[in-house]
């Protein structure tokens, strides 16, 4: 079942984004940690020393895991910020400020 039947939600239609200059539908209201997980993608930063891969953590603001870069501006927590349509959105290392 459609996850949009059991709350009877009507989205209005879906726009695009980029992310790393690719194509990605968005449904209204959804963040950017919400778009990239409906398109199967769990991790788009690695930390700084070690490299390693990050994502969605908490969810809520609080772990700054999910830093990603929205329209140039780096270190955006991907699971706060809503997208609009034609938005560009780059994976991130380490600080964000070396792109």
Known sequence: MNPLDLVRAEPGPAFTVSLDGRPIDVLPGRTVAAALWAEGITSWRSTRD???PRGVFCGIGVCFDCLVT???RPNQRACLVPLAPGDSIR???GTGHDD
């Open 50 to 52: 070690a490299g390693r």
């Open 91 to 93: 994976t991130q290392e």
């Open 70 to 72: 929205v329209n140039d």
